[in-house]
């Protein structure tokens, strides 16, 4: 694992994961002939190590393209994996073949960007969770209504709704329908893809808040992937940043967001809007372009586009480095900036 290394009786005190990555590789053939080897690779999950806790729900922000969603995927073996090791609930899943997924395909779940694309148009609410149900073999087929009026019960929707069609519900009603499908199983860990991305400001709201509360009744693990920085603050106990295919920073969501340790966390902080009048604050704008995932920058990743590098960060990778329990940073010069305050406000 590229996380930090610990002494035994540190990691005896520290939280269980539920999920471990360790170097997971997620690469797609671009450049193939018909004959011969691959030319070019497409590396969206690019040596990835990560623990995901128990209990937790982990944010994973970045720039479109970056591989949040890949990563998500990957997790769930819904994207084919090159190299490395995912466990769960400490079993390793990431070689197992689709038969012997299948008793841990109900535990893991994932709630979709957009739910118009996501819910069958031809099935109504019942069919859809009924379709879910089917996993989750606790649940008698006789008790298949009465536990579809329950699913609906907890996202805060009615029983006459299961009657109806997804095109009959707004767009915050229909992700909560997915919420109550992905629950239909009895899962432990749920990926939430830009789950509230496509939803209006009041209703993502809403949606977070239900959310937090299923989170604690059914003693759910998350992982909340979002471009949206300020929305992490809200939800996420931990935040990871990744950047180009890499997991940059890791750190505990309030201590990011009052001084993140490395300057990709730092510039999609400053980009972040102040929705507040009476304080004006200049937009951070990134230099630079985003890296081909195809063919990343030798050393850090970020510095072509850092206002800190150094010679060093153009020759040679850096390897993460904890900054406190659960908590590490990938960047060569992440205490001298931390010491001078360069990752601060001003």
């Known amino acids: 694992m590229s996380a ?10 520290m939280p269980r994961p539920l999920i471990s990555l360790d170097r997971l590789h997620a690469w797609f053939a671009y450049d193939k002939p018909f004959w011969g080897k691959v030319k070019t690779w497409i590396k969206p999950v690019n040596n990835i190590s990560l623990d995901i806790i128990q209990g937790e729900c982990l944010g ?45 395909r109900p535990k893991m779940q994932m709630v ?7 819910l069958n148009p031809r099935m109504n609410v019942l ?37 109806r069609f997804p095109r ?33 400001v009041s209703v993502q709201a809403q949606v977070i808040s239900l959310m937090k509360t299923l989170q604690h009744q059914l003693s759910l693990t998350y992982l909340f992937i ?7 603050e809200q939800v996420c106990a931990r935040v990871a940043v990744m950047y180009a295919g890499q997991i940059v920073e890791v750190q505990d969501s309030t201590a990011l967001f009052n001084a993140p340790r490395h ?33 990343p920058p030798k050393g850090c990743h970020f510095h072509p586009r850092c206002d800190f590098r150094q010679d060093l960060c153009q020759e040679q990778e850096p390897a993460p480095c904890e900054t406190d329990p659960n908590s590490w940073v990938k960047c060569h010069f992440h205490e001298q900036l931390w010491k001078q305050g360069a ?4």
Request: aromatic share 4%; charged share 25%; net charge negative.
């Open 112 to 118: 979709f960007q957009d739910p118009k694309a996501s």
């Open 263 to 295: 300057p990709y966390t730092k510039a999609l902080k400053d980009a972040v809007p102040i929705a507040d009048p009476l304080h004006k604050k200049d937009l951070g704008v990134l230099k630079g372009e985003v890296p081909k995932l195809s063919s």
């Open 168 to 200: 009959e519900f707004s767009g915050g009603q229909q992700q909560r329908i997915s919420i109550a499908r992905a629950l239909a199983t009895n899962p432990r860990f749920i990926v939430f893809d830009e789950a509230t991305s496509a939803l209006d």
């Open 60 to 104: 994973l922000v970045g720039e479109s393209g970056c591989g949040k969603s890949t990563l998500g995927r990957a997790i769930l073996r819904l994207t084919p994996l090159t190299s490395g090791t995912i466990q769960f609930q400490g079993h390793p899943i990431e070689s197992l073949n689709a038969s012997a997924l299948k008793p841990f």
């Open 127 to 163: 069919n859809i969770l009924k379709e879910a149900l089917v996993l989750n073999r606790e649940v008698d087929p006789e008790h298949h209504l009465e536990e579809s009026v329950r699913l609906l019960s907890l996202v805060d929707l009615r029983p006459e709704h299961l009657f």
């Open 226 to 232: 979002s471009h949206d920085l300020s929305i992490m």
């Open 4 to 13: 930090p290394s610990t002494t035994t009786a540190h990691a005896a005190s």
């Open 343 to 346: 990752l601060k406000d001003h």
